[in-house]
């Protein structure tokens, strides 16, 4: 007993290595490799998931998840609460702090492409386990929320469709239930129940029925939305915006509004999750998300213009704004043309909240960081049916049970802190070197490669790549693709000499930096503000450049700077919270121009530049991506600022629910993902077959490097350094796959002290491989 007490004594307690091994689980990365096709993703995880969408399906996903409530709901109600016809502008403020997030998205999307699970995955690839699981957790808290209330406000459209006997007949026949929510009087919704059952059977049937009924549903609302135009033309009057009407609350109004409006745009993430169910995800994920962005934003405004100058915007109906405006002027048959796109457009978002939670699951679980169970796809329907009828049984519970109100208070939370933590990340990669994110440059150099066919690739190879070592002395290069000139290297070329082949290919410094089709430098051919800005200011922009201490084109991250680049923007996301944190909870100080408040603020904002600017000044990682989110480091700087206010501005309440809710999660993550992840499982293998080899190779090699072993003489020979071939009586016991494995060790252990050319060169491509 002494001795087990004796083992918990703290001061015999090894800490270091302790901590060494929770930090390397928490920050080990899944590596690219194993999302390529081919893998063996689909023998672990059953069949795979069809590959059937197209960017015009995934645009209507990404329009049918925003629109529906932003459109029928939050329109009106912004417009009579908070800023009057206003709302045109808050809806625009709004959408630019979207558009901000989802430039993001669609980079993150882009780096690892092919794949489901939305920002899960590609923090789990970029930044690294925990971080991935607590994204992935949050991301199935916002589509669970969002999927019960869709259901629950469908429940409530029928139900004022029916002039609420559907309520008043389960208040009558089931009766009441107290304790839900904030602890109101409620009866539980059965019809949101059965919505929720029904619409999880229409995603677990397949993708292709999802996707059609998703786009049926955006038909009707788009003709609805149309009609809406048309009619209400004819209904229009100039006076409601006269005045002082359209700022009645002044611009704090129209800034409150932007903040609720925002979470009309939330649902754009979706088209993120379906990476590997779409043909050509490189491209159709970034283009689909802003795409559906500016439809949505196009639908809010002009929606906002013809409700706010038929009705004045304090004789707007807040429950159903769209079917009453045209009841005010004795349009009745509207009414119900309008109740149908109401109920297609909550069926349609309804579906939007259901469809990526089960492929958010399947991720996860495939990964091994939820129960595996999860994981399974069916081979009839290539959907992965558990996780469908699990997340829809919770969705059902919940909105059989919990009020409407208290879902949508808790439905933004899990999504604002996904968007900031995007935004954390593409801040990171873009400033790493290029060593840490070499598996998103081998992966792209794959897909770019399996682009190319016939005689462009040929005549590519030859024009750009050395054929052998001799024939990059041999001359001037020989121009097989019929271009005037090869491209320039830029000023440094008459100085220095001539150039050849040898300075284009994979090993250059430049490769990633010089356009190979144009000539001309990479960020000069596709910043086109850069260019404007150059002309602008003339040559001083460079002396600029200097005095600021702004990196060059040719300067490349280290190990140094991208420490520096995660330090600050730690940083920042911690003086950004403290800031927003006193700005909103702080404001009557500011207000009354308290001097130390109006200090602090202004050195807050003084201290957030800084960091902004210190960022600003470290290189970038050359390497080019089919989409780049543009003004680094000011666009993901801002989306969360953005976010993080607008996180802090939800009630207690719903910050208390989050955090059981992510209490729970941790007990998952550290209970059982931890511990039975994928990437776990193969390093308890990797390190079972290397002390499984190590008895073997105990009297064949018993010197290394770490023991002071010094090289031998010439002439003189060591047991275990002569060929391979001297040294089969060894294990002649052993089969045939331990017995490659003892070679390829023997070799990596021989190129320890004397690494070969090949080697150097291999690694020379993989630091500079081409996109």
Not at 227 to 249: C, H, R, S, T, V
Request: proline residues 5%; negative net charge; glycine residues 8%.
């Amino acid at each position: 007993m002494s001795g087990f007490f004796s083992r918990l004594d703290p001061r015999r307690v090894p800490w270091g290595a302790a901590g060494y091994a929770l930090r390397t689980r928490v920050l080990r990365t899944k590596p690219v490799e194993s999302m390529l096709e081919g893998t063996g993703t689909a023998t672990t995880q059953g069949a795979r998931l069809a590959k059937v969408l197209t960017t015009l399906d995934l645009i209507s996903l990404g329009v049918g998840s925003c629109v529906g409530t932003g459109m029928y709901v939050v329109s009106g109600l912004v417009a009579k609460e908070m800023a009057g016809p206003g709302v045109i502008v808050s809806f625009i403020i709004a959408a630019v702090a979207s558009i901000l997030s989802g430039v993001c998205y669609a980079e993150f999307g882009v780096r690892v492409p092919k794949t489901t699970g939305s920002a899960y995955t590609y923090s789990y690839v970029t930044v690294g386990e925990f971080v991935a699981f607590f994204i992935g957790w949050n991301l199935i808290l916002e589509y669970l929320i969002g999927t019960a209330a869709g259901a629950s406000a469908l429940s409530s459209m029928f139900d004022s469709l029916a002039n609420h006997t559907i309520s008043r007949w389960m208040i009558n026949s089931v009766g009441t239930l107290n304790g839900l929510g904030k602890g109101e009087e409620s009866y539980p919704d059965l019809l949101a129940l059965v919505i929720a059952v029904i619409v999880t059977i229409i995603v677990a049937m397949g993708v292709k029925n999802s996707v059609g009924l998703n786009n049926v549903l955006n038909v009707i609302n788009l003709a609805v939305w149309i009609f809406i135009m048309i009619a209400g033309l004819f209904y229009i009057k100039g006076d409601n915006w006269a005045e002082g009407q359209f700022l009645p609350f002044g611009w704090p109004g129209v800034l409150k509004g932007a903040a609720t409006c925002f979470y009309a745009f939330i649902g754009f993430d979706i088209i993120a999750t379906t990476g590997e169910e779409a043909k050509n995800p490189n491209t159709s994920i970034p283009y689909a998300i802003t795409a559906s962005l500016v439809a949505c934003l196009t639908a809010y405004v002009s929606v906002s213009i013809i409700l706010t100058l038929m009705v004045p915007y304090d004789a707007i109906d807040t429950e159903s704004p769209l079917m009453e405006m045209f009841v005010v002027h004795g349009f009745y048959a509207a009414k119900f043309i309008v109740a149908i796109g109401s109920v297609a457009g909550l069926t349609v978002s309804l579906l939007g909240s259901l469809f990526p939670m089960p492929r958010v699951i399947y991720a996860m679980a495939g990964d091994g960081l939820l129960f595996r169970f999860l994981s399974h796809v069916s081979s009839y329907t290539e959907t992965p049916v558990v996780a469908c009828i699990v997340s829809g049984f919770l969705a059902a519970l919940l909105s059989l049970l919990v009020s409407l109100r208290d879902l949508i208070e808790m439905m933004s939370i899990g999504t604002l802190l996904a968007y900031t933590l995007v935004s954390v990340c593409v801040l990171l990669l873009r400033y790493q070197p290029e060593s840490d994110i070499d598996g998103f440059v081998k992966f792209l150099s794959e897909e770019h490669t399996k682009k190319k066919e016939g005689i462009l690739a040929d005549c590519e190879k030859e024009a750009c790549s050395p054929g052998s070592e001799g024939e990059e002395f041999a001359g001037p290069p020989t121009n097989t693709c019929g271009a005037k000139n090869l491209p320039s290297l830029g000023d440094n070329e008459m100085l220095i000499g001539k150039s050849d082949k040898s300075a284009y290919n994979v090993n250059h410094p430049n490769y990633g930096t010089v356009d190979m089709t144009s000539g001309i430098e990479a960020d000069e051919s596709e910043n086109i503000y850069l260019i404007k800005l150059k002309k602008l200011i003339g040559p001083r922009y460079y002396t600029m450049r200097i005095h600021l201490g702004l990196p060059g084109k040719m300067d490349r991250p280290t190990a140094a700077t991208g420490h520096t680049v995660t330090t600050c923007v730690l940083l920042l996301f911690v003086l950004m919270f403290i800031f927003c944190s006193f700005i909103i909870f702080g404001s009557d100080y500011i207000y009354e121009q308290s001097w130390w408040a109006v200090l602090l603020v202004v050195l807050m904002v003084l201290l957030i530049a800084v960091l902004v600017f210190v960022i600003l000044q470290q290189p970038e990682n050359p390497k080019k991506l089919p989409y780049m989110a543009p003004c680094l480091p000011f666009v993901p700087a801002f989306a969360m600022l953005v976010n993080i206010y607008l996180m802090l501005k939800l009630s207690t309440v719903t910050w208390i629910r989050f955090a059981v809710w992510c209490f729970v999660g941790l007990l998952i993550y550290f209970g059982y993902g931890m511990w039975n992840s994928t990437l776990e499982i193969s390093a308890r293998e990797e390190a079972l077959h290397q002390s499984t080899y190590q008895r073997y190779d105990v009297d064949v090699d018993p010197f290394s490097v770490d023991d002071g072993f010094s090289y031998a003489t010439e002439g003189e020979d060591y047991p275990g350094w002569g060929p391979s071939e001297d040294k089969g009586f060894s294990y002649q016991h052993m089969a045939g796959a331990k017995e490659s494995h003892r070679t390829s060790s023997r070799s990596k252990s021989k190129g320890r002290h004397k690494p070969p050319s090949e080697a150097l060169i291999a690694n020379d491509e993989l630091d500079y491989s081409p996109e």
